[in-house]
Structures are given as C-alpha cells and as structure tokens.
C-alpha cells in the first residue's frame, strides 16, 4: 500500500523560506509525476506545483512562480518543495499528489503558517 507522508511544515515570518519533502513508502516515486497542492482556510485545494517523473519537466500556479521550487531525488524517493520570499497568502496545509491509474494518492498533509 503506498504511502505519502509530507513534511517541513512550520510557522515563519514574510519573506521566510521553508523546505517541504513528501517522502513515499510502499512504492517508488520515480516512475511518475508529482504535485503539490495546497488548502488555505475556508478556500478550496489548488495546484501549486508539479514535476515529472524525470525532472526535466515542472509546472507552477502563476501565484509561486519565481519563489517556489519543486524538485526531486528519485534515488531518495522524494519530491521536496522549496518556498522562498513566503507571502501571508502561503498560509495553508500543504499536500504532495501522486496518481497511480485509476488511484489518486494523497499524503496527510503538512501545515504552512505564514505570521510576523
């Protein structure tokens, strides 16, 4: 059974960083693309970030691009997301999202709070 399990969540200032990792067991991440997703209060979950499972290939939600990174390390089995010059509007329970025809995976999330 496969699992994603997120971390690196935390409470920073505006302007912080934070590293997110979503780790995988049961199976490996390698073979497929990986996204983030986020769910701020009382708002729906959005994409903010995907990469294939080479890494050659992401995309990003116009809100993050140029301050978010994705990447990964398929001989650790880990898709991380680095989020720079974080905003308030970062706020939220961040997600890692893989699918594996016809299953849609999704880790328990891990906690954004952006404060001063």
């Known amino acids: 059974q496969l699992q994603l399990v997120e971390s690196g969540g935390g409470l920073v200032q505006p302007g912080g960083s934070l590293r997110l990792s979503c780790a995988t067991s049961?199976?490996?991440?390698?073979?497929?693309?990986t996204g983030w997703f986020r769910q701020a209060p009382g708002k729906e979950r959005e994409a903010v970030a995907c990469?294939?499972?080479?890494?050659?290939?992401?995309n990003y939600a116009d809100s993050v691009k140029g301050r978010f990174t994705i990447s990964r390390d398929n001989a650790k089995n880990t898709v991380y997301l680095q989020m720079n010059s974080l905003q308030f509007e970062d706020t939220g329970v961040y997600y890692c999202?893989?699918?594996?025809?016809?299953?849609?995976?999704w880790g328990q999330g891990t906690q954004v709070t952006v404060s001063s």
């Open positions: 990469i294939s499972s080479s890494g050659r290939s992401t």
């Open positions: 049961g199976s490996t991440l390698e073979d497929y693309a």
């Open positions: 999202n893989l699918v594996i025809w016809p299953n849609n995976y």
